[in-house]
C-alpha cells in the first residue's frame, strides 16, 4: 500500500526500521485512551501531560488545540509504559503562530492540520534535561526529525528546527516531560511536489514533474509492504529537487513547457526522443537522499569542488565552494564550468515532508564535468538511513558512545558471508556504526563488515565520471584490530577487490597492514593506483575477506568510512 500526504489524516508515524505507528497502535499512541479522565486532582505531579497543562496556566491555547484535535486523550495516556515528551507553545506563541498561518484562531485552521501541528511537537519517550542538552536532533509522532541547537549564552535555552524556542526545560507530567516554547514551530504537511505547486512560481517545473512521472515520487512519502515473514515494512523516501522558477526559464528564453522540450531536442546530441529527453533533464535536478545547501558543498579540509550522481542514470552536476565568501547567494557554484547555477537562498533549504527544495538561478542544463575527486561515504544510501534512527543517522558531531544498527538487509548490500562464519559477537553480519570523538571519520560513522572468511559484499559507487583514477580507502582501526596491524594472527584483513566484476580491475589488499601507530583512528591507504572507467557511470564494487582470522578470532572486523577517487590527469 502506497502512502502519500492524503493518507496522513488517517495514519501517523514513526520511522524506526521497519517500526510504524498509527493512531490504533495501543503501544504508542492511543487517542482514546486517558486513565485520569474525569478524575480531580491535587498533586501536579500525578497528572498527564493533557490535564497537568490545563491545569498549570498559561497553555490554554494548546490545551484548546489538544481537544480541537482530538489529541487530549492521548497525551493523557500512560499504558503499556508508553511516555512522551511534550513542546508546549505558551499562549503569546499560539498567537503568533496563528497570525504566521493568516487567521485569529484556532477554529479557523482545520481540525486535522491541528492534529498535525501535535504530532508534530510530540515526541515518544521522556527526555529529561540532562539527555536533552546533549542531543542533536530527536524524531516526532509524524515521523520528521526536531533539529536541536543549544543556546550556549542562555542557560536552558535551545532552538528547535530553528524556529520554536525552549524556555523551560523538563517539567514534570505523570507521563513524561513537557518543554515549554516561546515560539511554535510549523509542522510538515507539505510534500516537494506541493512545495513546487503551492509556490505559484515554477508552472514550467511542475508541469515536467507531471509528464515524467516525477509528481508522483515527489509527492510520496512512506511505502509500506511486507516482506517473506510477513512483517510490515514502512519504507521513507527522501529527495532533494533542484527548482527552476518560471522567471529563470524564462531568462534562458523558455517561456512554456512545450519551449523547454523544443530546447532539449534542439540542444541534443545524442539523438534521444523528446521524451527520453525530458526525463533526463528532470531527473538531473533531483537527488535520491535530503541535502541542505550546506551539505552539498565542500567537506572542511577537502576538495573545493564535489561532485554529485543525480536521478538520471550517469548524469552527474558539479558543486564549487568558495570558501571565503561573505554573501551566500555566492557561495556555491553548480556547474561553475558550463552553464553555471548558484542557489537562491531565500527560495532554498525549503523543507518538504520527505526532503528539500532549492532554487537555482539558471536552468541547469545537462553537462558531463571534468574528472573531479569523489568521496563516497559507503553509509549515505536511503535503504540505511530507513533503518537508522534519525538522530544517529550520520550526525552533526560525534556520539558520546557507540550506536549500532544492523543493516544487512539494506538492499545497497548483496552480500554472503562465510562458510565459517565469524567469532567477532560485537557486531551483526553487516552493521552502521556511529563514531566517538576517538574516530575523525566522514559524517560521524562508519560501515562494519563481519562477514567471516570468504564472505563478500557488492555495493553500487556514486557516478565516476569516466577517466583515470587513483582509489584509496578511509578505514577505522579499533584497539581490538592490533593482530590484524601486527599480522600476528592472519594476514591482516587481506582482501580481494574489483570493480563490476572485471578481472582487469582487480587487486588484493590487506589495509589494516598500513596501519602506521598503535592510536587506534581513521587511516588511509591506497586500494589501486592507477583504474581505469572508460564510461561516465556508477560501478560494482566488491570485495572478498580472504584473511582466514575473519572466522576465528573475535577481534576482526573490516570497518570503512569512505572511499576517494582521486583523478589522474
Known amino acids: ?44 505531579l500525578v497528572s498527564p501531560i493533557s490535564t497537568f497543562l490545563g491545569e498549570q496556566g498559561g497553555y490554554d491555547e494548546y490545551v484548546n488545540a489538544l481537544r480541537y484535535s482530538g489529541m487530549f486523550d492521548a497525551l493523557n495516556q500512560s499504558s503499556s509504559g508508553v511516555s512522551f515528551t511534550a513542546f508546549v507553545p505558551t499562549n503569546d506563541a499560539m498567537k503568533a503562530f496563528y497570525k504566521r ?54 542557560a536552558g535555552e535551545a532552538t528547535l528546527n530553528g524556529e520554536g524556542r525552549v524556555m523551560e526545560m523538563g517539567l514534570s507530567a505523570f507521563n513524561g516531560k513537557v518543554y515549554v516554547l516561546s515560539s511554535a514551530m510549523t509542522p510538515l504537511v507539505e510534500t516537494i511536489y506541493d512545495r513546487v505547486v503551492n509556490g505559484g512560481t515554477s508552472s514550467i517545473m511542475a508541469e515536467a514533474l507531471r509528464a515524467t512521472g516525477w509528481d508522483k515520487k515527489l509527492s510520496t512519502v512512506v511505502d509500506t509492504t511486507f516482506n517473506e515473514e510477513r512483517q510490515r515494512v514502512v519504507t521513507h523516501y527522501y529527495y532533494t529537487l533542484l527548482n527552476v522558477s518560471d522567471a529563470t526559464f524564462g531568462k534562458a528564453g523558455i517561456g512554456s513547457f512545450d519551449q523547454l522540450k523544443t530546447r532539449l531536442k534542439n540542444d541534443d546530441q545524442q539523438g534521444l526522443t523528446e521524451d527520453s529527453l525530458l526525463r533526463e533533464y528532470v531527473g538531473y535536478h533531483i537527488l535520491l537522499n535530503q541535502y541542505a545547501t550546506s551539505d552539498l558543498g565542500a567537506i572542511s579540509g577537502s576538495e573545493v569542488t564535489r561532485i554529485w550522481s543525480t536521478a538520471a542514470t550517469n548524469q552527474v552536476f558539479t558543486v564549487t565552494t568558495d570558501t571565503l565568501a561573505t554573501d551566500e547567494a555566492k557561495k556555491y557554484t553548480l556547474n561553475a564550468s558550463a552553464q553555471q547555477a548558484l542557489f537562491v537562498p531565500t527560495a532554498s533549504n525549503v523543507l518538504a515532508k520527505n526532503g528539500y527544495v532549492h532554487e537555482l538561478d539558471g536552468w541547469l542544463p545537462i553537462w558531463e564535468p571534468e574528472q573531479t575527486t ?51 559477537t560485537s557486531y551483526s553480519d553487516i552493521d552502521y556504526v556511529t563514531c566517538t570523538n576517538k574516530f575523525k571519520a566522514n559524517n560521524n560513522d562508519r560501515i562494519v563488515f563481519n562477514l567471516g572468511y570468504m564472505g563478500s559484499v557488492s555495493m553500487k559507487t556514486p557516478t565516476i565520471v569516466r577517466g583515470k583514477y587513483r582509489v584509496e580507502i578511509d578505514f577505522v582501526y579499533t584497539s581490538s584490530q592490533s593482530f590484524m596491524r601486527t599480522q600476528s594472527d592472519g594476514n591482516g584483513g587481506l582482501l580481494k577487490i574489483s ?58 572486523s573490516i570497518q570503512i568510512d569512505c572511499i576517494r577517487f582521486v583523478p589522474i590527469k
Open 1 to 44: 500500500m502506497k502512502m502519500t500526504m492524503k493518507w496522513l489524516c488517517a495514519a501517523f508515524f514513526i520511522l524506526h526500521s521497519s517500526f510504524f505507528v498509527s493512531s490504533c497502535d495501543k503501544d504508542v499512541i492511543d487517542i482514546n485512551s486517558d486513565p485520569f479522565k474525569d478524575q480531580t486532582y491535587t498533586n501536579t
Open 101 to 154: 498561518r493568516g487567521v485569529d484562531s484556532l477554529r479557523q485552521l482545520e481540525a486535522e492540520y491541528m492534529r498535525q501541528f501535535i504530532l508534530y511537537h510530540t515526541v515518544k519517550d521522556s527526555i529529561l534535561p540532562d539527555a536533552f542538552v546533549l542531543k542533536k536532533s530527536v524524531q516526532n509522532l509524524s515521523g520528521d526529525e526536531i533539529k536541536i541547537e543549544i543556546d550556549s549564552v542562555h
Open 374 to 424: 569523489v568521496l563516497w561515504d559507503v553509509a549515505d544510501y536511503t535503504d540505511i538511513k530507513n533503518i537508522v534512527e534519525t538522530e544517529y543517522y550520520q550526525p552533526a558531531e560525534p556520539t558520546s558512545s557507540e550506536q549500532r544498527y544492523r543493516v544487512a538487509n539494506a538492499t545497497c548490500f548483496e552480500y554472503e558471508a562465510g562458510e565459517s562464519g565469524s567469532k567477532n
Open 499 to 556: 570493480f563490476d566484476d572485471d578481472a582487469d580491475q582487480t587487486t588484493f589488499k590487506a589495509p589494516y597492514t598500513t596501519v602506521s601507530s598503535i592510536q587506534q583512528g581513521v587511516y588511509n591507504t591506497t586500494l589501486y593506483d592507477e583504474v581505469e572507467f572508460p564510461q561516465t557511470a556508477s560501478h560494482k564494487f566488491s570485495f572478498t575477506i580472504l584473511d582466514p582470522a575473519a572466522s576465528t578470532n573475535k577481534g576482526f
